[in-house]
């Protein structure tokens, strides 16, 4: 009977037991909640982490506390702080955050705000430097051993030229303060420079996440996180939705560009790389940018190498040289090698293995070609650079001779040949309006002006009927150091003045290109008017130079003309 009662027992202590530990365990984690590490849980914020991940404080200071004890107006200094930096607007963030510090010395918010606005700066003036350096040892005296003190350390590692210790102090200073989207974007921006991208965009996420998708500069980070990844899809999704909230960003915008120009949309590229210059006029990047339109390649997809054929070239030369040390009697390692040289216009080297498989095994297969192959790019190479110093000469020929000229005061209205006279005035009429001294006369009836304007020069050519009245108008424009690669696309001269003209005469009617009898292919924009005609023409393989003829539509044949009949006219002067 004892045993018999022994088991309700041993099951009722048993429930006991499970039960007062449950209650134990959910009363532990609620106590933990409260008073436990505290969380940030993130929202839903496109190309951030998923909505509702919690992110530890871990050290960080509650720099929002300290700012909600101040007053109304200061509070709304700081949102308007925050929101120019994370905007990009670092030196007007800077002003205000400066302001702050001066009136609010103790409240670390404005120092830190202020802190990061001066490293986010393109440049800094010596007394801007003196005070981040004030500032930076004020918060590392406060926060010693914190995630904020690795973090600046690590900006003064990268700052000393020291990049393994700056990367390994940033991922210390995101392990201590993963709540602040600044050092997990630091620790992006480390980790992009030494290419490992996977860990670079879940950082740059973070720093989507953690600043509310407010930081431009996350958004920017991730767009070349993709991009440098091979992912260009993805690069594309991040650049199109962040500059619908930071449409002025030059990185966004530049990544745009080159996005177009991977998919043959040089036009596109051209324009939003000149988009850029019109507001940040000094941007080398955008510069560089249009200067190199249809030169650049995609990077490989999952980060491998996508640069220039040349560059390609440079990392297959680094990767064979080595080999081929190793192994110097594996012939064809050294072709490969010869290959990579050649493609890198290093002739001498390629030359050289190239020799050396020919004096090791003479039926080596077309080695004799190979090394003819050689000698051919060598005299190309030189063409080309030659082509290239003409070029930069004739630029500063022109341009002394634009300072040497008498100025011609050749405003926007008359740019293009537009002279405001009426077709059928005399040219008693016409040199009344305008100045015969900038003329000279090149045959009867026939009067001419030319002058150089950065970067072309210009012939515009008045032709009076045999009555002495004024008939029509010839243009010339020409540009000394064009050169022939606009890769199918019109070359930048034709589009600019297509442009040019569109602004005074209104929007022309392109004609796309047409092949003429004689096997010339000419492309033009034509304008017309009740009483005026206006053509403006390029031959396609001539791409230094545009002609344009301004003339009475009346005329013309009643039929009118083929485009092709343009040709002579447009070739006369």
Not at 60 to 67: I, M, R
Request: glycine share 6%.
């Amino acid at each position: 009977m004892a045993n018999s009662s022994s088991a309700p027992r041993a099951a009722a202590y048993l429930f006991l037991v499970v039960f007062f530990g449950a209650m134990l365990a959910y009363g532990g984690y609620k106590l933990y909640n409260k008073y436990g590490p505290s969380k940030t849980v993130v929202g839903e914020v496109p190309f951030g982490l998923e909505a509702g991940t919690a992110v530890p404080n871990g050290d960080a200071p509650n720099f929002k506390a300290a700012v909600e004890k101040l007053p109304v107006q200061a509070q709304a200094e700081f949102r308007r702080a925050g929101e120019l930096s994370r905007s990009g607007a670092a030196k007007a963030a800077y002003e205000i955050y400066d302001a702050l510090v001066l009136l609010y010395p103790n409240v670390d918010a404005a120092v830190w705000g202020e802190v990061n606005t001066l490293f986010s700066m393109d440049s800094v003036t010596e007394t801007m430097r003196d005070r981040a350096d004030l500032l930076i040892g004020r918060l590392m005296s406060r926060y010693a051993n914190t995630g904020i003190s690795f973090y600046l350390d690590s900006r003064k590692s990268l700052l000393s030229g020291n990049m393994n210790v700056a990367l390994e102090l940033a991922k210390m200073a995101s392990n201590r303060s993963p709540s602040l989207y600044e050092i997990r974007l630091w620790y992006a921006e480390l980790l992009l420079k030494n290419s490992n991208v996977k860990e670079a965009a879940l950082e740059s996420r973070a720093a989507i996440s953690l600043s509310s998708g407010d930081s431009q500069r996350a958004f920017e980070l991730l767009a070349k996180v993709y991009h440098d990844a091979g992912e260009l899809d993805s690069a594309s999704l991040v650049v199109e939705y962040a500059l619908t909230q930071f449409p002025l960003s030059s990185e966004l915008l530049l990544l745009r560009g080159y996005l177009a120009e991977y998919n043959g949309k040089f036009d596109v590229a051209e324009k939003t790389y000149q988009r850029i210059i019109a507001f940040r006029p000094d941007y080398e990047k955008a510069r560089r940018a249009i200067a190199t339109i249809g030169e650049k390649a995609p990077p490989g997809k999952g980060g491998t190498f996508g640069g220039s054929s040349r560059e390609r070239a440079q990392v297959a030369c680094d990767i064979l040289a080595p080999l081929v040390e190793r192994y110097p009697e594996n012939l064809p390692l050294r072709e490969a090698l010869g290959i990579a040289y050649l493609k890198n216009h290093m002739f001498d080297l390629s030359r050289r293995e190239f020799n050396y498989i020919l004096k090791n095994d003479p039926e080596y297969p077309d080695i004799k070609m190979r090394i003819s192959e050689v000698e051919q790019a060598r005299q190309v190479a030189i063409e080309e650079y030659n082509n290239g110093l003409t070029a930069n000469l004739n630029r500063a020929v022109d341009s002394l001779r634009e300072s040497m000229a008498p100025s011609l005061k050749h405003d926007f209205s008359t740019k293009l040949g537009h002279y405001l006279v009426r077709y059928g005035a005399s040219s008693q009429e016409f040199f009344k309006k305008y100045s015969p001294a900038n003329f000279k006369q090149v045959k009867r009836f026939v009067w001419q002006e030319s002058f150089y304007e950065s970067p072309y020069q210009h012939t515009y050519t008045i032709v009076f009927d045999s009555l002495n009245r004024f008939k029509e108008v010839h243009v010339a424009v020409f540009d000394s150091a064009s050169n022939s690669n606009h890769l199918g696309v019109a070359p930048e001269i034709f589009t600019r003045l297509s442009k040019q003209n569109s602004r005074i005469s209104g929007i022309g009617n392109n004609t796309g290109e047409t092949i003429c009898d004689d096997g010339v292919v000419m492309d033009a924009v034509v304008w017309e008017t009740r009483d005026n005609f206006e053509i403006l023409a390029r031959i396609v393989g001539k791409p230094a130079e545009v002609r344009m003829v301004r003339l009475d539509r009346r005329t013309l044949p009643p039929s009118g003309m083929k485009l092709c009949d343009y040709l002579p006219l447009l070739l006369e002067f």
